[in-house]
């Protein structure tokens, strides 16, 4: 059983940091992309970073300069560095990884259960 976890919300004041972590779990083969998507009360969830399997990454306009996606393969592990954060960043954050796990044989998406990120003073 494949399982994403996030770990690292909380509150934090403007112009604060926070590190988030994706933790992923079970009869893993391989994983390829990882990605952070957000959910802000009432809106709909967006992309914010993705990074592939070798590195390469992809941010969101809003987050560019300020948020690191980077993921460790030994680990099975991604995060994302928030930096400079601003209150309209607060959201819930959710973790999505395309895993091929050795029972299935070929890759499936996944997604964490979320971590609230709020930025108020």
């Known amino acids: 059983q494949v399982q994403l976890v996030e770990s690292g919300g909380g509150l934090v004041q403007p112009g604060g940091s926070l590190r988030l972590s994706c933790a992923a779990s079970?009869?893993?083969?391989?994983?390829?992309?990882m990605g952070w998507y957000r959910q802000a009360a009432g809106k709909q969830r967006e992309l914010v970073a993705t990074?592939?399997?070798?590195?390469?990454?992809h941010y969101a306009d809003s987050v560019k300069g300020r948020f690191t996606i980077s993921r460790d393969n030994a680990k099975k592990t991604g995060y994302l560095q928030m930096n400079s954060l601003k209150p309209e960043d607060t959201a819930v954050y959710y973790c999505?990884?395309?895993?091929?796990?050795?029972?299935?044989?070929?890759?499936?998406?996944?997604w964490g259960q979320g971590t609230q990120v709020t930025v108020s003073s």
């Open positions: 999505n990884a395309e895993i091929a796990s050795y029972s299935s044989g070929y890759y499936r998406n996944y």
């Open positions: 990074i592939t399997s070798g590195g390469s990454t």
């Open positions: 079970g009869t893993i083969f391989s994983i390829q992309a």
